[in-house]
């Protein structure tokens, strides 16, 4: 994946037969893991507590779920097939969300994986979902890197 152009407009990149592909999987793929219940309060849970850290695990929840509509829609719109490969064009704001997006993903194979301070390595005897939350992870990161550095 290339940075072509940038400018008011936004951002025109050039990805390759597989990137194009594993661009649109990691998007399906989203979200990878229940959304895990925030709480609020470490102690004692009262009536507005609890009340709050609902409503707080209903918006989280919704949040996620327009955050792949959006980039559903936006892959859909932006990311165009081409003969050697993809073409995708970003505004600001779908930059954003396919960022936002991709970091969720990277975050939650990183909580899948048992939060390993080496990103690089694998445990020694990995299960099929080890490998396949690090290979998300790994490729969520090639994402978000090209496209903040272009």
Do not use: C
């Not at 709480?39 to 507005?48: F, L």
């Amino acid at each position: 994946m290339k940075l072509l152009k940038q400018n008011e407009a936004g951002w025109k990149y050039e990805l390759n037969q597989n990137e194009g592909i594993l661009l649109r999987m990691l998007v399906a793929e989203f979200p990878l893991t229940a959304a895990t219940a925030v709480k609020i309060a470490r102690t004692g849970a009262d009536a507005k507590s609890a009340e709050r850290e609902r409503l707080l695990n209903e918006s989280l929840a919704q949040h996620r779920l327009e955050v792949k509509k959006q980039a559903g829609k936006l892959l859909a719109a932006n990311l165009k097939a081409g003969e050697a490969g993809w073409r995708l064009s970003l505004s600001a704001k779908e930059r954003e969300v396919l960022l936002q997006l991709l970091n969720d993903i990277r975050v939650e194979s990183w909580h899948a994986l048992g939060e390993p301070e080496d990103l690089d390595t694998l445990p020694p005897h990995p299960s099929e979902t080890d490998l396949r939350h690090h290979n998300l992870m790994q490729l969520a990161g090639y994402f978000e890197y090209t496209i903040v550095e272009g």
